[in-house]
């Protein structure tokens, strides 16, 4: 499908005295018409005001002239910034441009989320899932997506990079789906977006609390302040009610400390505003019957296999049912989901096991896979598993630990090493692995590792590849070389039969 436009037809103009006038104590030199803002040289187009922000590994200001040659008509940027830009630059000099810049994006594209619903669903697993259900529920024409696989605008896709995009390109991405008149749109907000403010500026109509796990603590260096991250979305600069998962304890505290209207909802007998009771998994998903507050009983169909998906659905029509959508609707929309990307995704060349690619990379992800496909699973249930170079580190041995208990044999491969020495990296995971009952083996080639588990596994046997999902390359160092889990295994299952 052809690919959906990232910023609005109807182009804003500012001068450079507007801009500057847009923020406190600025100081503008020179002039300029403005028609979009950018913070990062892969995404300057030919009028944008380039947004030299001070990072982690350098200043932004460095990429002006870079920045300038692609289109850019001037530079905000703070004290630091403005010191290195050749003087005849026009500028805006600020004294925090990340602090105040998703405000000033809100209001440069006119404040465009407020003309549609707006879901934010955070959480450590399932916020692709959940925002994926929530278009489907909707219907594809009349929502939006934004996450980690991509956005897509009335069912059209549109480039975008982080799974919480920067606010200048989010902002730019509302305002073209104001344009296309959606309903709704469910975003991915991750906990580094929380803390660099990229969902500043706005108000969500709801935000959604999924769980917290283990994950990012390179990043938040303890679990408490990764909640306190997830929990800064649950207050009324960033959204207007909370809806939340009452079966994970961080959800509960939350649901007690959030100073917003809560919804909360519960798919293990939790007494929660909305419970999904009765619920009867199979191979391909789960059928189960939602009580809604009123006491109302919705049979509700979830075709994406794993228990744990039914909370990622019920979250999904939960925030939206909240909205004023027709639940019926709803319910019947969640029913005829297609499965998400690299998510539970079966691969089926004609061999006679099953074989899954998932996207589990974090210790309760591979718990949660795991524990869904062991009861559908008549016979040995292999895994392949590696961890991220450059990520978390605290979470390899707890991925090899759970690995090795649930399955019957784990392969240990690599999955994108960049930086790091990849043996390190597994013997990481293997140190958990060693704590578990299972067979483990270690094939550092992730293909050489596929191939591995393809050729033991027999008739009845389960085969899942956790880890890259969707991912279409394997980084090692600064080069990423093509490699699709879900390709390799039809490769490999053909060439074995
Ligand atoms: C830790 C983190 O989130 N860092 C993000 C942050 O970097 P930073 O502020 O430290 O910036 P920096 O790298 O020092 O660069 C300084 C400035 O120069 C600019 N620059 C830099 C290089 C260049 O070639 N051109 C250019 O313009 C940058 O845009 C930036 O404004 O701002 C940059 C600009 O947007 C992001 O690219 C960068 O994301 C890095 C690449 C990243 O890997 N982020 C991940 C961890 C992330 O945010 N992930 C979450 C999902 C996590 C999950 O739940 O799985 C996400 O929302 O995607
Ligand atoms: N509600 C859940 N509870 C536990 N595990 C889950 C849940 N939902 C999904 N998972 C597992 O987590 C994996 C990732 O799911 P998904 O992509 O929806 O999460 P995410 O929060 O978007 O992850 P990321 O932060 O990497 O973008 C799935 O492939 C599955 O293994
Ligand atoms: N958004 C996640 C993706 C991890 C996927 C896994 N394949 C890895 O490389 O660690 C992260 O950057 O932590
Ligand atoms: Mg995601």
Redesign the pocket.
């Known amino acids: 499908m052809d690919e959906m436009r990232v910023r609005p037809f109807d182009t804003p103009t500012w001068s450079l005295a507007e801009v500057a006038a847009a923020w406190s104590g600025a100081t503008a030199e020179g002039d300029a018409s403005v028609t979009g803002i950018s913070l990062s040289t892969r995404d300057v187009v030919a009028g944008d005001l380039f947004a030299a922000l001070p990072g982690a590994s350098t200043h932004g200001a460095r990429f002006a002239p870079q920045a300038l040659e692609a289109g850019a008509v001037a530079i905000l940027t703070d004290a630091e910034g403005a010191a290195t830009l050749p003087g005849d630059v026009p500028r805006v000099v600020v004294e925090e441009p990340r602090r105040g810049l998703a405000a000033f994006a809100a209001r440069f594209y006119d404040r465009p989320s407020s003309r549609f619903t707006t879901v934010g669903v955070t959480?450590?697993?399932?916020?692709?899932?959940?925002t994926?259900l929530a278009e489907a529920a909707l219907g594809e024409s009349r929502s939006a997506v934004i996450?980690?696989i991509g956005t897509r605008i009335a069912g059209r896709p549109a480039a975008s990079s982080l799974?919480t995009p920067e606010a200048p390109a989010l902002q730019a991405l509302f305002a073209v789906m104001a344009e296309e008149q959606v309903a709704a749109c469910a975003m991915?907000v991750?906990s580094h977006a929380i803390v660099q403010g990229r969902v500043d500026g706005f108000v969500l109509d709801a935000a959604v609390f999924?769980?917290l796990?283990r994950?990012h603590l390179d990043f938040h260096h303890d679990l408490e302040s990764y909640f306190a991250a997830k929990a800064e979305l649950f207050t009324p600069e960033h959204a207007r009610r909370a809806v939340i998962n009452l079966d994970d304890a961080h959800g509960r505290r939350l649901a007690q400390q959030t100073v917003l209207p809560v919804t909360t909802f519960s798919t293990e007998g939790a007494p929660a505003d909305w419970r999904a009771v009765n619920v009867r998994s199979h191979r391909l998903g789960s059928d189960v019957t939602l009580i809604s507050p009123d006491g109302t009983e919705t049979e509700l169909s979830v075709p994406l296999a794993?228990a744990?998906?039914v909370?990622?659905a019920v979250a999904a029509i939960v925030a939206l049912a909240g909205e004023g959508h027709d639940l019926r609707e709803l319910v019947r929309g969640v029913a005829s989901a297609r499965g998400?990307p690299?998510?539970?995704e079966r691969v089926d060349a004609g061999q006679p096991f099953t074989a899954v690619v998932?996207?589990?990379?974090?210790p309760?992800?591979?718990?949660?896979?795991l524990a869904a496909l062991r009861p559908v699973t008549a016979g040995r249930l292999i895994v392949v598993i590696g961890a991220g170079g450059d990520r978390d580190r605290g979470k390899r041995p707890l991925m090899g630990e759970v690995a090795a208990r649930l399955a019957d044999l784990v392969v240990v491969t690599d999955d994108n090493p960049r930086s790091e020495e990849p043996a390190r990296i597994r013997a990481e995971v293997l140190a958990g692995a060693e704590r578990g009952t299972a067979e483990v083996l270690e094939v550092g080639d992730r293909r050489e590792a596929i191939a591995v588990a393809v050729g033991q596994a027999r008739t009845g046997d389960t085969v899942v590849v956790?880890g890259k999902?969707h991912e279409r390359g394997q980084q090692v160092g600064d080069v990423v070389h093509p490699f699709d889990d879900r390709e390799v295994l039809v490769e490999l299952i053909g060439g074995a039969s």
Do not use: C, I, W
């Not at 959480?123 to 959940?130: A, D, E, F, L």
């Not at 998932?358 to 974090?362: L, N, P, T, V």
């Not at 309760?364 to 896979?369: I, L, M, R, S, T």
């Open positions: 959480g450590t697993q399932g916020k692709t899932t959940t994926y996450g980690t799974t991915e991750s999924l769980n796990g994950d794993g744990f998906n909370s990622n998400v690299g998510r539970m998932d996207y589990a990379h974090k309760e992800a591979v718990e949660a896979v956790a999902g």
